[in-house]
């Protein structure tokens, strides 16, 4: 994955499974979706 894959998923201009579909992104495994943690949240 790419940085500018990266920013995206974190800012959440774009979700995991869309990455995913249009090739972005390389995984598998029961550990390789991070569709749960993405976007990122900041918290105070």
Known sequence: MNAQT????AAGEILWSEALNNGA???SGV???LTQY???RITS
């Open 31 to 33: 550990r390789a979706d």
């Open 6 to 9: 990266w920013l995206a998923l």
């Open 38 to 40: 993405l976007p990122l």
């Open 25 to 27: 992104i390389t995984a």
